[in-house]
C-alpha cells in the first residue's frame, strides 16, 4: 500500500505502518475520549465571517459572551469554546472566527443552540456579518 501525505512525520502513520488499523482506531478513539470529540460528545460550530475582522470578532466575542452568561444561568449543559480563527482565517476577503459548542446529550446541545440562533437574529451587529450553524460538523473550514 502506497500512502501520500503532506505530513510524513504524522506519529498515526507510524501507528499504522507498526500496529495495523485496529490499533491506530482504538488509539485515536481513546485520544477522542480523553479530549471529549465525538462520538464522546455532541457538537455545533457558530461560524461567522465578515469583510471587517473587528466586526467578526466583535460578534464572535459578543455572542460567545452571551452564550456563557445564559448557560450558567440556565444551566444547560452545554460547553462554549472560543471565538477562534477558522483554520483559513483570511478566505475570498472575508475573515472566519469559530465559536464550538459541545455536549454530552443532544438535547442539551440543542437548547443552546437554539438559544444563540435567537440571539444572533436579534441582535443588531449580528445583521452585519454573515453567520451559520453546523450541527454534528464534519470539518472546520
Known sequence: MLVQTLH??????????EHGY????????????????PPFCFMALLRIE??????????AQQAAQ????WLKESGVATRCLGPVPAP??????????HVMLSA?????LHLAV?????WLEV???????????????QTLS
Open 123 to 137: 441582535n443588531r451587529e449580528a445583521r452585519k456579518v454573515r453567520w451559520s450553524v453546523d450541527i454534528d460538523p
Open 114 to 118: 437554539s438559544w444563540l440562533v435567537q
Open 50 to 59: 465578515s469583510p471587517k475582522e473587528d466586526a467578526a470578532l466583535a460578534i
Open 88 to 97: 483559513m482565517e483570511r478566505r475570498q476577503n472575508r475573515y472566519h472566527l
Open 104 to 108: 454530552h446529550k443532544r438535547s442539551q
Open 22 to 37: 485496529g490499533a491506530l482506531a482504538r488509539n485515536m478513539l481513546e485520544e477522542r475520549r480523553i479530549a471529549q470529540l
Open 8 to 17: 510524513p512525520d504524522d506519529p498515526h502513520l507510524g501507528q499504522l505502518a
Open 66 to 69: 452571551a452564550l456563557r452568561q
